[in-house]
Nanobody, 122 residues
Framework: QVQLVESGGGLVQPGGSLRLSCAAS????????MGWYRQTPGKQRELVATITIDGSTNYADGVKGRFTISRDNAKNTVYLQMNSLKPEDTAEYYC????????????????WGQGTQVTVSS
């Protein structure tokens, strides 16, 4: 089992910045992919950004140039730096990890964090 603990959400004015963090634990040797998704009431959860173990990144079109995803493999932690925030970025943000190799060789995948609320409003 993998536990994901997210932090960093909150209320920010348009144009402001926030940094989300998600730390994974659970006898982890490595994690292939880590990412952030977001969801608003009545809508499907959507991809924001992902990053692989070798640092390859992928972003949703609406956040390119404003958001930056990064990870610290030694800490099994993924970050999302969000700049130039807009009201339409308001959502619950969820961390996800896939391709977890545990110490001892066990493999597991598909874990979600509990979510952290980001509200962009003046």
């Amino acid at each position: 089992q993998v536990q994901l603990v997210e932090s960093g959400g909150g209320l920010v004015q348009p144009g402001g910045s926030l940094r989300l963090s998600c730390a994974a634990s659970g006898r982890i040797f490595s994690i292939t992919a880590m990412g952030w998704y977001r969801q608003t009431p009545g809508k499907q959860r959507e991809l924001v950004a992902t990053i692989t173990i070798d640092g390859s990144t992928n972003y949703a079109d609406g956040v390119k140039g404003r958001f930056t995803i990064s990870r610290d493999n030694a800490k099994n932690t993924v970050y999302l730096q969000m700049n130039s925030l807009k009201p339409e970025d308001t959502a619950e943000y969820y961390c996800r990890v896939d391709g977890v190799r545990h110490t001892g060789g066990v493999y597991s995948t598909g874990y979600w964090g509990q979510g952290t609320q980001v509200t962009v409003s003046s």
